[in-house]
């Protein structure tokens, strides 16, 4: 079956950085694009990065644009976000997600990983 497992969370000063990885299992990882998404506490889930399948076009949420990078491994079914000069707001559950996965509408999701930035 389709798994997504998060890790690299953790608790960070601002200023600081982070990397995090999303392992993928049960499908064919390098035929789709990946998204990675944040949910602060009492706020809605937002997206936070996108990179296709092959990894040549990505995009970003305007607010981390110039300080993370999302990057993939097609040979280690891997998806790093790349997280550096962390801020406060960015303290979140940061999750990766798949779409499209035998049907347009599917969509599957990692459990998280916990980031707090925070002095």
């Known amino acids: 079956q389709v798994q997504l497992v998060e890790s690299g969370g953790g608790d960070v000063q601002p200023g600081g950085s982070l990397e995090l990885s999303c392992v993928a299992s049960?499908?064919?990882?390098?035929?789709?694009?990946m998204h990675w998404y944040r949910q602060a506490p009492g706020k809605e889930r937002e997206g936070v990065a996108f990179?296709?399948?092959?990894?040549?076009?990505?995009n970003y949420a305007d607010d981390v644009k110039d300080r993370f990078t999302i990057a993939r491994d097609n040979d280690k079914n891997t998806v790093y976000l790349r997280m550096h000069s962390l801020k406060p707001e960015d303290t979140a559950v940061y999750y990766c997600?798949?779409?499209?996965?035998?049907?347009?509408?599917?969509?599957?999701w990692g459990a998280g990983t916990q980031v707090t930035v925070s002095s």
């Open positions: 997600c798949v779409r499209g996965l035998g049907s347009v509408s599917s969509e599957y």
């Open positions: 990179i296709s399948s092959r990894g040549r076009t990505w």
């Open positions: 049960g499908f064919t990882f390098s035929h789709y694009g």
